[in-house]
């Protein structure tokens, strides 16, 4: 595929307003379209993508440095971009070791968690 061929016109996912992108589907021509949009809707979009990237950077830093399986890592960032999307306000994960994983969207910011359960019992 040349690049002439990637040329799509397609328009802001919020207001309509139509854009010339270079993009290899519909759906990366509409992402585009709308992350240079300049009304309201897209630039909150806009923003909250950009710290739900820098959400997902700190949080795979801090769930790489406590040995959380890279899959686990992976299905968070997919939960991270549903919160982008409006279909998600919090992810908790437990663990079977006891550790406990979390992200929530606070406005257009995002709070990374991660806790270790140390529960002892016993029963007699």
């Known amino acids: 595929m040349t690049s002439e061929d ?3 016109i ?5 207001c309509g307003q139509t854009a010339m992108v ?11 379209a709308t ?16 710290k739900a990237e820098d959400a997902g ?7 790489k440095s406590e040995n959380v399986p890279e899959e686990i890592i992976s299905l968070m960032y997919k939960l991270i971009d549903q919160m982008v999307e409006n279909r998600l306000q919090k992810a908790q ?10 992200v929530t969207l606070k406005g257009t910011g995002f709070v990374v968690e991660h806790s270790q359960a140390e529960k002892k019992k016993v029963e007699v």
């Not at 270079?22 to 585009?32: I, S």
């Not at 949009?37 to 993508?49: H, K, M, V």
């Not at 437990?94 to 406990?100: A, D, E, M, S």
């Open 57 to 63: 950077l700190q949080m795979s830093q801090m769930y």
């Open 35 to 50: 992350m240079r949009c300049n009304c309201d809707e897209a630039l909150r979009y806009q923003e909250i993508r950009m």
């Open 93 to 102: 994960l437990t663990l079977p070791n006891g550790q406990k994983l979390q």
């Open 10 to 14: 397609t328009a802001c996912r919020f």
């Open 6 to 8: 990637k040329i799509r």
């Open 22 to 32: 270079e993009a290899d589907t519909e759906a990366e021509a509409l992402h585009e």
